[in-house]
Structures are given as structure tokens and as C-alpha cells.
């Protein structure tokens, strides 16, 4: 069983920066298949960002060149910095894990931008 934890996100004005964190409970950092989602109030979940076991990086139109998603495997923690923050950032910011099959997701962290 795959846990993931995520920290970081808080209340920050417009054009500021956070770094969200996602920590797994075991070490499959490395070798799976890693992403951010967010989901607004009363909007679908989306995937802000994911990386491969290979390190390619992916990033939805939106948030492409403000945001950084990157890991650090020795830490068996999944990053996600946040820079230029916008209003409509404003979201719970959920971890993924897609594992031997099976996807796993943090229990989410808040960000609120205020303008």
C-alpha cells in the first residue's frame, strides 16, 4: 500500500510563490509514474503537471512556465513549485501515483491566491 502526503500550500497574494510537496510512504519515486492535480470548487479535478520514470515533464497550457515539477528520489518526495501565482490557481492540490496498476492519491493541500 502506496501513502502519499502532501505539504506546503497556504495563502499567498497574487504573483507569489509556494512549493508544494508530496511524500511517499515508500520508495516508488523513482520508478513511477508521478503527477499534481488540483480541483476548484465546483470544477472537474485536472492535472497540472507530471513527470516520468524517465524525467519527462509535462504541463497543462495554464500553468506552463510558472510552474516546476520535479523530484528528488533519495527523499522519496515529488515537488511542486508554484512561481507567478494567479487567483484561478486557487485550488486543493492532490499528489498522484500511478503504481503497478494502480493509482494513489494524497489527501490534498489548499492553495489560495488572493488578488
Known amino acids: 500500500q502506496v501513502q502519499l502526503v502532501e505539504s506546503g500550500g497556504g495563502l499567498v497574494q497574487a504573483g507569489e510563490s509556494l512549493r508544494l510537496s508530496c511524500v511517499a510512504s515508500?520508495?516508488?519515486?523513482?520508478?513511477?509514474?508521478m503527477a499534481w492535480y488540483r480541483q476548484a470548487p465546483g470544477k472537474q479535478r485536472e492535472q497540472v503537471a507530471s513527470?516520468?520514470?524517465?524525467?519527462?515533464?509535462n504541463y497543462a497550457d495554464s500553468v506552463k512556465g510558472r510552474f516546476t515539477i520535479s523530484r528528488d528520489n533519495a527523499k522519496n518526495t515529488v515537488y511542486l513549485q508554484m512561481s507567478s501565482l494567479k487567483p484561478e490557481d486557487t485550488a486543493v492540490y492532490y499528489c498522484?501515483?500511478?503504481?503497478?496498476?494502480?493509482?494513489?492519491w494524497g489527501q490534498g493541500t489548499q492553495v489560495t491566491v488572493s488578488s
Open positions: 498522484n501515483a500511478i503504481y503497478v496498476h494502480k493509482a494513489y
Open positions: 515508500s520508495s516508488i519515486v523513482s520508478n513511477t509514474f
Open positions: 513527470i516520468t520514470t524517465g524525467g519527462t515533464t
